[in-house]
């Protein structure tokens, strides 16, 4: 919601005329009082869900400048680059205490007994060995797994979906190709993923958080060639 409130004000921005032009348009009110009402709804609803709480002396100014056609403060390059600014400062502050989340979950975890951490800082458990050979990195897998957050609470899951997946080892996060190099045919592990072998400072938007340490209980089932 953050980017849809921000995009929501770089809209406006863009709509409006750049420094020192003339509206070419009445300013005459063409809503009325009910979609004028709405209009603000819209926008302050979505500011609020996002916690943007703009200084409203300075919010007003810009409204009313770019609205009545008058000058403003800022140039749009100018007015760009401070909304810019301010969503990555925001990003900065967000990732800092996941950055920080993840460091100390990760500390915390690799002091359990029968953890083991290879070099690359991807964690796991040995929850059942196996008695096959083992994947390389070429190799399609079939595996049942379920993946959860560090909370516990479950995002993917081929046990709920009643069958198991396949997957080829090239193609996925690294901390699931590693791993499962390591599992024989029949093995069951556990691993935990920092974000750097999963999905990063971006995340997956609406699935997996920036900075997500994502943990797998995986059986391998067998090797596809």
Do not use: H
């Not at 401070?82 to 925001?90: E, F, G, S």
């Not at 196996?130 to 390389?136: D, M």
């Amino acid at each position: 919601m953050f980017f849809c409130a921000v995009f929501l004000c770089s809209l406006f921005l863009g709509s409006c005329k750049d420094s020192g032009q003339a509206a070419s348009a009445s300013t005459e009110a063409n809503f009325d009082k009910d979609a004028s009402y709405a209009l603000g709804m819209n926008l302050g609803g979505s500011l609020r869900s996002d916690s943007i709480f703009p200084d409203m002396d300075e919010f007003f100014r810009g409204l009313t400048d770019s609205l009545n056609g008058k000058e403003t403060r800022l140039t749009m390059d100018q007015a760009m680059a401070a909304l810019n600014k301010a969503i990555d400062d925001r990003m900065a502050a967000d990732n800092a205490d996941a950055v920080q989340k993840e460091i100390d979950y990760l500390a915390e975890n690799s002091k359990k007994e029968g953890v083991k951490i290879t070099a690359s800082g991807l964690q796991y458990e040995v929850l059942a060995e196996g008695a096959g050979p083992k994947p390389v990195a070429s190799d399609t897998v079939r595996v049942n797994y379920e993946g959860t957050f560090t909370d516990g609470s479950v995002f993917d899951s081929s046990y709920s979906r009643g069958q198991p997946a396949e997957f080829a080892l090239a193609g996925v996060i690294p901390g699931w190709t590693e791993g499962m190099q390591l599992m024989s045919e029949g093995a069951k592990y556990r691993f935990y993923v920092p974000s750097a072998l999963g999905y990063g400072a971006a995340g997956i938007p609406q699935m997996i958080p920036p900075y997500a340490t994502l943990v797998f209980e995986v059986e391998l089932l067998s090797i596809v060639k």
